[in-house]
Each structure stands twice: as structure tokens, then as C-alpha cells.
């Protein structure tokens, strides 16, 4: 049974960090793209950073230069690390595994999210 445990939420100022990590159980770590997602209040779920497993980084347009994505093999653990967070950042982030073959995905894995709110 896959789980993905995100943890690191909560309030931060505009201008400071926050760091949010994901644990991973019941997948090869390895073998999975593992990424960071987000939702806010009334709009679509949409990419904010994906890292796969030869290292190949992806950001969210909105996030870029500002956020960090980092995985380690070894813990079975994903990061975010957000730098100078805006307001705008506020959502639910979700972790996600996402299994693929070329350009098919045979599996998909998510997170129950955990909450960022931006404010000062």
C-alpha cells in the first residue's frame, strides 16, 4: 500500500522560508518522478516543483527561483524548501509519486496535503 506523508506546513511571513518534507512508503523511491503540488481556494491542483529519478528538475513558472526541490534515495524523503514566499502561495501542497514509462504514467500516488498560508 503506498503512503506519502507531507509534514512542514503552517504560517510564514512574506519574505521568510518554510520547508516541507514527504515520506515515502510501499513504492520503490528510486523508480518514481516525485513532485510538489498545489491547490488554492477555487482553483485547479497545478505543479509547483517535480524532480525525476535521473535528476532532471522541473518549477512551476510561478515558483521558479524561489523554491527548491530536493529528494534522498536513501530516506525515501522529498523536500520543498520555499524561499521568499508570497502570499500567493498560500494552498494545500500535495506530494506526489508518479511512476512512468517514457511518457506514460503507471502510477500515480498522492499525499493528503498539507497546508501553507502565507501572511504577516
Known amino acids: 500500500q503506498v503512503e506519502l506523508v507531507e509534514s512542514g506546513g503552517g504560517l510564514v511571513q512574506p519574505g521568510g522560508s518554510l520547508r516541507l518534507s514527504c515520506v515515502a512508503s510501499?513504492?520503490?523511491?528510486?523508480?518514481?518522478?516525485m513532485g510538489w503540488y498545489r491547490q488554492a481556494p477555487g482553483k485547479e491542483r497545478e505543479l509547483v516543483a517535480r524532480i525525476r529519478t535521473d535528476g532532471t528538475i522541473t518549477y512551476g513558472e510561478s515558483v521558479k527561483g524561489r523554491f527548491t526541490i530536493s529528494r534522498d534515495n536513501a530516506k525515501n524523503m522529498v523536500y520543498l524548501q520555499m524561499s521568499s514566499p508570497k502570499p500567493e502561495d498560500t494552498a494545500v501542497y500535495y506530494c506526489?509519486?508518479?511512476?512512468?514509462?517514457?511518457?506514460?504514467?503507471?502510477?500515480?500516488?498522492w499525499g493528503l496535503g498539507t497546508q501553507v498560508t502565507v501572511s504577516s
Open positions: 506526489n509519486a508518479r511512476l512512468l514509462r517514457g511518457a506514460f504514467i503507471l502510477a500515480d500516488s
Open positions: 510501499g513504492i520503490i523511491f528510486s523508480t518514481n518522478a
